[in-house]
């Protein structure tokens, strides 16, 4: 049935702080930065009125972040401790990157919540460690050895 993944979407509070984020922090290329509202979107939302800032970011392997910013139906941020990765639900956003260290370190230095150093996994596989973006989400930073 599926051909392939499309993207995932992030909502965001502050589209300013997460793009700076996801474009200058992450290095992903912007693809589309667009507004959207009519029957469409608000037929997709089932609301009414929507406004909504999309921007979409694109990796080197092609792969998608959709951030979208709704101005008329904004909400909150998720609690990051209520937003743990043993919860249920859809907990993290996995990257493979070059280095683990320098990405620690690229992080942290941005002010992300680190959740810890980079470990290697039992097997020798990768190095891994877990992170939060600017809205509380949990990303897996991941060197495969």
Same mark, same amino acid.
């Given at each position: 049935?599926?051909? +392939?993944?499309?993207?995932?979407?992030?909502?965001?509070?502050?589209?300013?702080?997460?793009?700076?984020? /996801?474009?200058? #922090?992450?290095?992903?290329?912007?693809?589309?930065?667009? /507004?959207?509202?009519? @029957?469409?979107? @608000?037929?997709?939302? $089932?609301?009414?009125?929507?406004?909504?800032?999309?921007?979409?970011?694109?990796?080197? @392997?092609?792969?998608?972040?959709?951030?979208?910013?709704?101005?008329?139906?904004?909400?909150?941020?998720?609690?990051?401790?209520? $937003?743990?990765?043993? @919860?249920?639900?859809?907990?993290?956003?996995?990257?493979?990157?070059?280095?683990?260290?320098?990405?620690?370190?690229?992080?942290?230095?941005?002010?992300?919540?680190?959740?810890?150093?980079?470990?290697?996994?039992?097997?020798?596989?990768?190095?891994?460690?877990?992170?939060?973006?600017? +809205?509380? $989400?949990?990303?897996?930073? #991941?060197?495969?050895?």
């Amino acid at each position: 049935m599926i051909l +392939e993944t499309r993207h995932v979407g992030i909502n965001v509070a502050d589209m300013d702080r997460s793009l700076h984020f /996801w474009r200058d #922090v992450m290095g992903l290329q912007v693809e589309v930065d667009m /507004w959207e509202e009519g @029957d469409y979107i @608000d037929t997709l939302q $089932n609301l009414s009125g929507v406004k909504v800032h999309m921007v979409k970011l694109c990796a080197p @392997d092609g792969s998608l972040i959709e951030l979208l910013e709704d101005v008329t139906h904004p909400t909150a941020p998720p609690d990051p401790q209520r $937003n743990r990765l043993c @919860d249920c639900g859809i907990r993290h956003i996995s990257f493979t990157v070059a280095d683990a260290r320098h990405a620690y370190q690229t992080l942290a230095g941005a002010g992300c919540e680190i959740l810890g150093e980079p470990i290697t996994s039992p097997d020798n596989y990768a190095k891994v460690f877990f992170a939060r973006d600017p +809205e509380g $989400n949990l990303l897996e930073i #991941v060197e495969v050895l």
